[in-house]
């Protein structure tokens, strides 16, 4: 994996004739020492209809300079980026190109800006010399890309565009304050915030070459995916005319607007967890199968806004993801179950050596399964459903209930669900004991789960009372949840028992920890009825009613 740095910065522009202050003695800067001057050559790249800089991502091509490689900027938030480093080569390298792949598809990565800049460096520092911040003084020159990557020709009278700015970047502990004092100081000497998120940015616009004439937005998600593009947009906005156009009056949003922006929402996640997932950051995992699941409960509950024929089809893909995604996560949060379980035990119960078994045991049905969730994502079945997500986006497949009031579907839609919950979760209190039991309260349990979507993604049309009703579905899901957790516990606990007695080390502590599970799932199976019974209370019900 690429080298990884955080960066924390601030940036700002300024005239030609505009001097900048003296920063010795803001917060706890006692000296600011020069770092010298470097000429940095960049070649910026993207797709040509910069997916990219939608999404407020840059790769470049950068010589010259401490750093010189290739850097690809990911977004964490306004003013923070990750900057992951390659060593220098020709072409965009794999360990890169893969963590935009959800947003380039098979687009082809392009060059299309030029930059170079020479850099002034000051270091801040405190009073023991460790640096704080460095704040760099850019004099910027940037073309389009048509004959800007000839190093020969670059700067040979071509048009292009010019401008000076400051970057202001922690490089200690100076934290936030510092930034602000900086920051402070900059505007009094007559230095403005920049106009633009990125030089990137910057130079698309100045060069005439942002898709719309402006400087892409500051970092954050690809607009077109949160309020929609092409046909979709123009309908979204009472514009256009056919199936599912509607037009928005003071009755508020139709139920189209209220589906396809919680559809949109959970196809960013997707798409803007997929380069964090392959990071292998923490909950990245989970998060992005939660949003493909969410996804899909939306096809399936808002069947009369969403043609189901052509949902059907993406829904089984979806299924197809979050199963992937969760053979790593589903093992890391068992094996952490059965860690604590052993934690809590006395000395004296842990017999034989069970922490060894149970670390075999989880390494054993880990391997692979890192490498293989990577295949996936750089596979033609996860491309073809992100272009599928992107086209559904485009033309989301409408159907006449969509142009109604939102809140009028998204009640019904929301207590159809509920009916379907009360059904399984009225026939899993009424099964016998033991595995009839245990299978009807984990179909309670996505149905609950699939309620509980159903009420968040009516919450713009509904309000508290959607938000009150998906709160009390979740304490029946959480319930369910883990009973079927211990379900699940208990069979990994007797596969490892069996593994110990077959080493000859004895299964007495894992048996013991089966009958903790056990009598947990008895404990939430009598917990069941009145959370339920508080949950389905009629007047939550009504409250939902328009």
């Not at 930059?115 to 940037?142: F, I, Q």
């Amino acid at each position: 994996m690429a080298d990884t740095v955080r960066e924390i910065e601030r940036k700002y522009e300024a005239d030609d004739d505009t001097r900048l202050p003296d920063l010795a003695g803001i917060d706890r800067v006692t000296a600011v020492a020069e770092a010298g001057t470097e000429d940095l050559d960049a070649v910026y790249y993207d797709t040509a209809d910069q997916r990219l800089a939608a999404a407020g991502i840059t790769l470049r091509r950068r010589t010259g300079g401490r750093d010189a490689g290739w850097h690809l900027k990911l977004p964490v938030a306004p003013g923070v980026r990750d900057e992951l480093r390659a060593p220098l080569s020709e072409t965009p390298p794999p360990e890169l190109t893969a963590l935009v792949r959800s947003r380039v598809l098979d687009g082809e990565l392009v060059a299309v800006v030029r930059l170079r800049t020479r850099r002034t460096v000051r270091v801040l520092k405190d009073a023991a010399g460790t640096p704080l911040a460095e704040v760099a003084e850019d004099a910027v020159h940037a073309w389009p890309a048509a004959g800007a990557v000839d190093a020969g020709t670059a700067g040979a009278g071509r048009p292009g565009a010019r401008w000076r700015e400051i970057e202001v970047e922690l490089v200690g502990d100076g934290g936030a304050g510092l930034l602000d004092e900086v920051g402070r100081a900059l505007t009094a000497a007559g230095v403005r915030p920049a106009s633009a998120a990125s030089k990137l940015a910057r130079a698309l616009a100045e060069t005439g070459q942002s898709r719309d004439g402006a400087a892409p937005h500051a970092a954050g998600p690809d607009e077109r995916l949160v309020h929609g593009s092409g046909k979709a947009a123009v309908k979204a906005k009472g514009k256009g005319k056919g199936k599912g156009a509607g037009k928005r009056g003071k009755r508020g949003p139709t139920a189209g607007d209220v589906v396809l922006r919680y559809a949109r929402e959970q196809v960013r996640v997707m798409i803007e967890l997929d380069p964090a997932v392959r990071r292998d950051l923490p909950d990245a995992v989970h998060r992005m199968r939660v949003a493909t699941r969410r996804l899909r409960s939306a096809f399936r509950s808002y069947t009369k806004v969403l043609d189901r024929a052509a949902t059907q089809p993406i829904g089984v893909e979806l299924k197809w993801l979050a199963a992937e995604l969760g053979v790593e996560r589903d093992r890391e949060v068992l094996t952490e179950r059965l860690r604590e379980g052993l934690a809590e035990l006395p000395g004296t119960l842990r017999l034989g050596p069970v922490d060894a078994r149970l670390r075999i045991w989880s390494e054993r049905h880990r391997a692979g399964a890192r490498d293989r969730l990577l295949d996936v994502l750089d596979g033609p079945r996860y491309l073809a459903l992100l272009k599928t997500l992107h086209a559904f986006l485009e033309e989301p497949p409408l159907r006449k209930a969509a142009r109604r009031p939102a809140p009028e579907v998204a009640a019904g839609a929301v207590l159809k669900d509920y009916r379907r919950l009360a059904r399984r979760t009225e026939a899993a209190l009424a099964a016998s004991a033991g595995r009839e039991r245990d299978e009807a309260l984990h179909g309670a349990r996505k149905a609950a789960k699939r309620t509980r979507y159903a009420a968040e993604a009516a919450r713009p049309a509904l309000g508290r009372p959607a938000k009150k009703f998906a709160k009390r579905t979740k304490r029946v899901q959480q319930l369910l949840g883990d009973h079927q957790d211990s379900v699940v516990a208990r069979g990994a606990l007797r596969e490892l028992a069996t593994q110990a007695q077959r080493a000859g080390e004895g299964g007495f502590t894992f048996g013991l920890l089966y009958g903790r599970e056990e009598a947990l799932a008895v404990d939430r199976e009598r917990a069941l009825p009145d959370v339920w019974r508080k949950a389905s209370r009629r007047k939550h019900r009504a409250a939902l009613r328009p």
